[in-house]
């Protein structure tokens, strides 16, 4: 009997995270319909409601915001945009420090969240999965003996809050596996390993460590 209840959670569990997940973004996106006059609606053409019409509605307001931010013209737009931003005082400082984060995150040449790190925490001899962010500013590294590196330790099963540490280089070793496989490995808190969702020649290749300074 607990062996059937066990097996029917193992199948239901995920599929039910994973439903709730999709209906909530489906649902959020869907408000992005209020932007449309009511009479050119999906519900007030067709009768009814789909849930759906505004995940389309927000994929093309990305698109046509990415296409218009790629040419000179959108981009000078963009520009004037955000001065006029920059002479609010709240908001200036809440808008540049969302896109400097957003920049750094989404951006293609942005170097965070690039590399999966095993670092010391919380305290020596306790190891957990960190990730890569940068290296401190020079108004902090000046006060840091030897050469630092900023990471960002996740918690478990919440990956989206954690700690901003600086630790010593020489402390932190770079593991062989992607950000997704680290962030599997956090999430299911070290149930799902790396090893068991690479093909089988891939497990089994040695890891590579960053070598101590």
């Given amino acids: 009997m607990r062996r059937y209840l066990i097996a029917g959670l193992l199948v239901w569990v995920p599929l039910g995270?994973?439903?709730y997940v999709l209906h909530f973004l489906v649902t959020a996106l869907d408000q992005t319909l209020l932007l449309l006059p009511e009479r050119i609606?999906?519900?007030?053409?067709?009768?009814?409601?789909?849930?759906?019409?505004?995940?389309?509605?927000?994929?093309?307001?990305?698109?046509?915001?990415?296409?218009?931010?790629?040419?000179?013209?959108g981009a000078r737009l963009i520009l004037l945009w955000e001065r006029l931003l920059g002479r609010i005082p709240f908001v200036k400082s809440l808008y540049s420090g969302?896109?400097?984060?957003?920049?750094?995150?989404?951006?293609?040449k942005g170097n965070a969240f690039r590399k999966a790190l095993l670092v010391e925490y919380p305290r020596e001899g306790s190891w957990t999965i960190a990730f890569l962010t940068g290296t401190p500013d020079a108004s902090v590294a000046r006060y840091?003996?030897?050469?630092?590196?900023s990471v960002y330790v996740p918690t478990t099963p919440n990956p989206t809050s954690g700690f901003f540490l600086m630790l010593p280089r020489a402390r932190v070793r770079e593991l062989d596996m992607s950000v997704d496989e680290a962030l599997k490995y956090i999430i299911s808190m070290g149930?799902?390993?790396?090893?068991?969702?690479?093909?089988?020649?891939?497990?089994?290749?040695?890891?590579?460590?960053?070598?101590?300074?």
């Fill in 191 to 213: 149930v799902v390993t790396p090893s068991a969702t690479r093909p089988v020649e891939a497990a089994g290749a040695p890891q590579r460590v960053a070598s101590r300074n």
């Fill in 98 to 108: 969302v896109k400097q984060v957003s920049d750094t995150v989404l951006s293609e």
């Fill in 17 to 19: 995270i994973t439903l």
């Fill in 41 to 73: 609606r999906p519900d007030s053409l067709l009768g009814f409601h789909v849930p759906g019409f505004g995940v389309v509605l927000s994929f093309v307001i990305l698109f046509a915001t990415g296409a218009l931010a790629a040419n000179f013209f």
């Fill in 144 to 149: 840091l003996p030897g050469e630092h590196v």
